[in-house]
């Protein structure tokens, strides 16, 4: 059986004492540059790492922060996770996934099995994740980082988009192309971010005298796009603008026009998404969309975690950028 290297190996190797090892990958403790140089010198030939999870136990500083999501198959949430991971690792932190796609009792478990290695914060993305999951992490002492989250709590930093704004550029830009039968083409996750893109597509059509078609159904997928699509584009009186809460409904909207109902979009129907995926870029779609900006969330949370704790909620609005390709008329 392979034994995992000591610090009492390095310190023999090194010639020093188990305590000079540890004060060695101490940060700001106490040590000679010429002990620490033999320190390091012996556990590179080793092959020796710090086991931080035992030292966390003692300092409750383990450095393990959860990322709490749903839908992390989707691409802007595997952007964003993705995100979220490498600023984690540049501050030294480490992320532990916790996936809540199931709403059965399996997540709490898991989230108590993280609470159990003493995981010093979690940051709740939007979609399913339940409220309760917040009270677990606030109840254990961990910090929290709520992302597009209609939650406000002590001692918690809310991120959140300004999405009704979106919804009301997304009119704009619909209206100016000489669109005015508007629809709204979204799924049933009913998350605070798809309803305030709802609730600002709706407001402003109805501040220039249109009526709004909405269709949802399903969860946020290229199949509810699909779906939808179908049912809006051979109705009666065929919208000719349709904004999409997500790209992977615009691009399921985009196939039922062009691929199924052999329409020609921009002429025919203008279609507008959000999320700025891969896909909205491909030569296949040329979606017309909106950036989130998921840098911002990544750097705002994590350099959050890494001050000092506050006792009042803060709260931070960021917007989203509209990104012109060739869904919309000129």
Same mark, same amino acid.
């Given at each position: ?77 595997s952007t964003l996770l993705a995100a979220l991971s490498s600023q984690l690792q540049a501050a030294g932190k480490v992320g532990m996934l916790i ?61 959140? +988009?300004? @999405?009704?704004?979106? #919804?009301?550029? &997304?009119? %704009? =830009? ?8 508007? /629809? ?9 971010? +798809?309803? @305030?893109?709802?609730? #600002?597509?709706? &407001?402003? %059509? =109805? ?8 269709? /949802? ?72 969309t909106f950036s989130q900006p998921v840098d911002d969330f990544a750097k705002a949370a994590v350099s959050y975690l890494s001050e000092p704790e ?21």
């Amino acid at each position: 059986m392979r034994t995992q290297v000591s610090a009492k190996d390095v310190a023999e190797l090194a010639g020093v004492s188990r305590t000079a090892v540890s004060r060695a990958f101490t940060p700001g403790a106490s040590v000679s540059s010429e002990t620490r140089a033999k320190v390091y010198e012996a556990a590179e030939k080793l092959g020796y790492q710090v086991n931080n999870l035992a030292r966390g136990l003692l300092t409750s500083k383990t450095g393990i922060v959860a990322l709490i999501a749903a839908e992390i198959n989707t691409p802007y949430r595997s952007t964003l996770l993705a995100a979220l991971s490498s600023q984690l690792q540049a501050a030294g932190k480490v992320g532990m996934l916790i996936n809540t796609d199931r709403s059965d009792e399996s997540v709490a478990q898991a989230l108590r099995q993280a609470i159990s290695y003493r995981t010093e914060a979690a940051i709740i993305l939007s979609g399913m994740p339940d409220t309760s999951l917040a009270e677990i992490c606030l109840r254990n002492g961990m910090r929290l980082v709520l992302i597009n989250r209609d939650e406000e709590r002590a001692g918690t930093l809310q991120l959140r +988009l300004d @999405d009704a704004a979106a #919804g009301r550029q &997304a009119f %704009a =830009a619909l209206f100016a192309a000489g669109c005015r039968r508007m /629809a709204f083409a979204s799924s049933l996750a009913g998350t605070p971010s +798809l309803e @305030d893109r709802r609730k #600002g597509f709706a &407001a402003a %059509a =109805a501040d220039a005298g249109l009526a709004l078609i909405e269709d /949802a159904s399903g969860m946020t997928s290229y199949q509810t796009g699909l779906d939808v699509g179908m049912r809006l584009l051979t109705r009666p009186e065929r919208p000719d603008g349709i904004f999409c809460s997500t790209d992977l409904i615009a691009c399921g909207v985009l196939d039922a026009a062009r691929q199924r109902l052999k329409l020609r979009v921009p002429e025919e129907v203008s279609i507008i998404g959000f999320d700025d995926i891969e896909q909205a870029t491909w030569d296949s779609y040329n979606l017309t969309t909106f950036s989130q900006p998921v840098d911002d969330f990544a750097k705002a949370a994590v350099s959050y975690l890494s001050e000092p704790e506050h006792d009042e909620p803060r709260s931070i609005m960021l917007s989203s950028r509209m990104v012109w390709r060739k869904t919309v008329r000129d």
